[in-house]
């Protein structure tokens, strides 16, 4: 079945460690998508990407970076810049130019605590 | 004031009650967007919206563009129904969401 996968469910990390979250899709989409969501807080933009090798910054992109090398692959890596780290992220995908039915799938999330 | 607002942040509900969930907006949008997440976090897209209604089930989503207004119903509400609701709209290629509406439905 097509869909978004998204590892691990749950990371662990030490502060001032850089990590990288993994979404993987098998939709032959061409939009990917990186999303923070915090408690009370709407899920709010990172980075997305709408080609491969080509992405841009959302509206909370500092201390994250991405990298969009094959078009399945969305990976986020977490760096120690990012000042509050410890969210939930979760990671879409959407087909582009395809018409009126453009709706997005979603992974099931990583939670990220940092400690 | 955020761009989507959602209404109520929570509500209960007995099992066989009817569900209205609201989402207003003040941006100009291509489309609008219900979607669900349950308690491990994942997201499932219920409906996507540009204007009119959609049935699927006992899930019911209208559109108002005028009013910049939508509505999630639910009919016969059981409690497998119980998530949280997430309205989020389409604005220049990335989405806008609420903050959610958090259902409980009891038996």
């Known amino acids: 079945d097509g869909g978004i996968t998204q590892s691990p469910k749950y990371l662990f990390r030490k502060e001032g460690q850089n990590v990288t979250l993994s979404c993987e899709q098998n939709?032959?989409?061409?939009?990917m998508y990186w999303y923070r969501q915090d408690p009370g807080q709407g899920l709010r933009l990172i980075y997305y990407?709408?080609?491969?090798?080509?992405?841009q910054k959302g509206d909370i992109a500092e201390g994250y970076s991405v990298s969009r090398e094959k078009k399945e692959s969305f990976p986020l890596t977490v760096t120690s810049a990012q000042k509050n780290p410890t969210a939930f992220y979760l990671c879409?995908?959407?087909?582009?130019?395809?018409?009126?039915?453009?709706?997005?799938?979603f992974g099931s999330g990583t939670r990220l605590t940092v400690v | 004031k955020n761009e989507v607002e959602q209404s109520p942040q929570n509500l209960t509900a007995q099992e066989g009650e009817f569900i209205t969930i609201n989402c207003s907006y003040s941006?100009?949008?291509?489309?609008l967007h219900w979607l669900q997440q349950h308690p491990g976090g994942g997201i499932v897209s219920l409906f996507m919206?540009?204007?009119g209604k959609k049935k699927h089930g006992r899930l019911i989503a209208t559109i108002n563009i005028q009013e910049k207004h939508s509505s999630l119903h639910i009919t016969a509400s059981h409690p497998r129904d119980s998530a949280v609701y997430i309205c989020?709209?389409?604005?220049?290629?990335?989405?806008?969401f609420g903050t959610g509406t958090r259902l409980q439905v009891f038996p």
């Open positions: 990407s709408q080609i491969v090798n080509d992405f």
């Open positions: 989020a709209v389409d604005n220049t290629d990335k989405l806008i």
């Open positions: 941006v100009g949008i291509s489309a």
């Open positions: 879409a995908s959407r087909p582009v130019g395809q018409g009126a039915d453009y709706g997005y799938t």
């Open positions: 939709l032959n989409h061409d939009a």
């Open positions: 919206l540009s204007s």
